[in-house]
């Protein structure tokens, strides 16, 4: 029955999260203490919404201090395990946005490029016009124009080739260091 209660109170209280009543999660998180007080469920939901600053076992230390300070001692009977999970897991889905940011920048920078690539290629076109009509003053125009116009489109072309060699790096760089964290994951498992 007590887990039974255990259960619903965490179901509530990620409810309650959701509806942005932290009040009313707190006190349902503080029941499931009262009866368990090493459960992670609802550490780790006290942790999400009251210390983005902290680590989590900073902030389950320093919140076990000042509301429950003779339980502490039940807290270092846990193992680290578990909260480095969840440390490494936070660790994760922070790396996945970095990635998915820097594919959308590199996405950016590749339309860039298309774009510049499509404008240098026009470009060149009017200094070919210009070239058979160099004679007249509309063909001079078009070759000083075109030619401007190339050196424009070249350098946007090249610098877009940058951003997303820049780009490419740092998802690469992050995807090593998620592919470190998931190792320790499992190790941990």
Do not use: C
């Amino acid at each position: 029955m007590m887990n039974q209660n255990i259960s619903d109170w965490l179901i509530a209280a990620k409810e309650e999260i959701a509806k942005n009543n932290l009040r009313g999660a707190s006190v349902l998180l503080k029941q499931v203490l009262d009866q368990d007080f090493t459960n992670l469920d609802a550490w780790q939901l006290l942790h999400h919404f009251l210390a983005s600053n902290e680590t989590f076992e900073q902030f389950q230390t320093s919140f076990a201090q000042k509301y429950y300070p003779s339980k502490v001692y039940l807290l270092k009977n846990t193992g680290n395990s578990a909260s480095k999970k969840y440390e490494l897991t936070l660790k994760l889905a922070e790396l996945e946005k970095q990635i998915a940011s820097w594919e959308r920048y590199n996405e950016e920078q590749k339309k860039l490029e298309d774009d510049a690539k499509r404008q240098l290629n026009w470009s060149w076109a009017g200094v070919i016009v210009g070239i058979f009509l160099a004679p007249i003053i509309v063909g001079i125009i078009l070759i000083v124009a075109g030619l401007l116009a190339v050196g424009t489109q070249n350098h946007k072309r090249d610098q877009a080739r940058n951003n997303q060699t820049n780009a490419l790096a740092n998802i690469e760089k992050l995807k090593q260091s998620m592919a470190q964290t998931r190792a320790e994951l499992s190790l941990l498992s």
